[in-house]
């Protein structure tokens, strides 16, 4: 679906916005016009959000996770514990897991996933630094990556670089909490048996 | 869900995406964080393509679409039946009913559906010039309101401004296409019954 609007304008915002996270074509259009409908003050504040954000933010030199100066809010916190790392996709599952509040340790942001059918291979990832940072004093990387199947490929390569180095986890697999066994799909069903737990 | 980071242009990013139709908490913050990890062209792209929206585009001085001049390119066009106005919310709408090819009249876009509890009164809707236009040669009013509490009392009020002065239907009601009764709700399939038309 692509509207065949005369407007270039209009049609170079709403394929501006279709390149965002999670945004479609419909909904870049919807955003696309309610931006040019409604008064030019709100458009030209998202400008210079984006602008600012652009000009003042960076990534952090250790961990790559958004910062402002050289290294982010978690590197640069003398009380983290800096013997485990988490490793993660990118800044957004960062915030999540620090949203729980139940970690106090570093992260590590890989950039991306292993995906041969889009590009991404293991050298485009941050990889090599997270070998370097494992050798001073590290007890344990976390892998916090999604349980898809470029996640698992990753996980699995990552894993396979750090064995022998230090202990490497991964987040744990069953029933997500609040769900039902009857609405879980048959391979979390299998995962949550083997990784069952004496209560 | 708002992220305890400490990066007020972050923030200040996310906060504005948030206002976009469409779009929660969750995703302006992946949208935020997305920008803001990539490359700085992207985010200057988008901030451009938003600026060129606000300097280049207007409101269509007739029927109050998005227009790049004094005139949308509907009323611009002499080719369109000018007997007909199709009253719409919004210039989504216009766009979607557009796309179906099956409508050659002139529009009318309200910029809203009367709505109490957020301060929508008729006086802030564009009806008084619909009024006007209604009365040079416009044989037919169509009513493209949403099927929601808000449209319906908007399409009422329309109608009753109107009556008298020019013919006015609105949208069918029904089933919508590929869909099974069995999945239809009870307002839908009643109103489905009350439109039937021989076959």
Chains 1, 2 share one sequence.
Not at 38 to 43: F, G, Y
Not at 147 to 169: D, F, I, N, P
Request: with cysteine; glycine share 8%.
């Amino acid at each position: 679906m692509s509207f065949k609007v005369p407007y270039s304008h209009l049609r170079r915002l709403a394929n501006q916005l279709k390149r965002l996270p999670g945004i479609g074509e419909r909904g870049a259009w919807r955003m696309a016009i309610d931006l040019a409908s409604s008064s030019p003050r709100r458009a030209r504040d998202l400008a210079k959000a984006l602008i600012a954000v652009t000009e003042k933010m960076a990534l952090c030199g250790k961990c790559h996770n958004l910062a402002e100066g050289e290294l982010c809010w978690i590197c640069a916190d003398p009380h983290r514990d800096n013997s485990r790392i988490c490793v993660v996709e990118d800044a957004l599952d960062l915030f999540f897991i620090e949203e729980t509040g139940a970690y106090k340790g570093l992260y590590h942001v890989l950039g991306g996933l292993i995906s041969p059918w889009e590009g991404v291979t293991p050298q485009s990832l941050n990889v090599r630094d997270l070998l370097e940072r494992v050798k001073v004093g590290v007890k344990e990387v976390i892998l916090a990556l999604p349980s898809t199947l470029e996640g698992e490929a990753t996980s699995q390569y990552v894993a396979r670089l750090l064995r022998g180095r230090v202990k490497v986890t991964r987040l744990g697999r069953g029933l997500p909490v609040g769900v039902e066994p009857e609405f879980t799909d048959p391979i979390t069903l299998r995962e949550s048996l083997r990784s069952r737990e004496e209560v």
